[in-house]
């Protein structure tokens, strides 16, 4: 199994992006996924999660600027990102399972957003 997650850069304050992550090697698609987010320095926080039944969570520093989405059929999920912030700089993770089968989350590599003037 492996993620791959894309999409992260060098973004100026109040920019946009879009974070990809896919998921492949996999017997099913996942219904449970996650990004998460590592500032330097800190440990890995939660940015946005959203299950099976297609409930979302987001980080309360993140509400209303950031929107977690799947594509089942290409078993991918995407994080889109608003208003982005100095704060909102760090190395970005995705993380999937599939509940039908394991509570074993797998984890991509990351990517690298930087969020300056």
């Known amino acids: 199994v492996q993620l791959q997650a894309s999409g992260g850069g060098l973004v100026q304050i109040g920019g946009s992006l879009r974070l990809t992550c896919e998921a492949s090697g996999t017997a099913s698609s996942f219904d449970n996924w996650a990004w998460y987010r590592q500032a330097p320095g800190n440990q890995r926080d939660l940015v946005a999660a959203i299950a099976s039944d297609g409930n979302t969570h987001y980080a309360d520093s993140v509400k209303g600027r950031a929107t977690i989405s799947v594509d089942n059929a290409r078993n991918t999920v995407y994080l889109q990102m608003n208003s982005l912030k100095p704060e909102d700089t760090g190395v970005y993770y995705c993380?999937?399972?599939?509940?039908?089968?394991?509570?074993?989350?797998?984890w991509g590599k990351g990517t690298l957003v930087t969020v300056s003037s």
């Open positions: 993380k999937g399972y599939d509940s039908r089968r394991s509570s074993v989350p797998n």
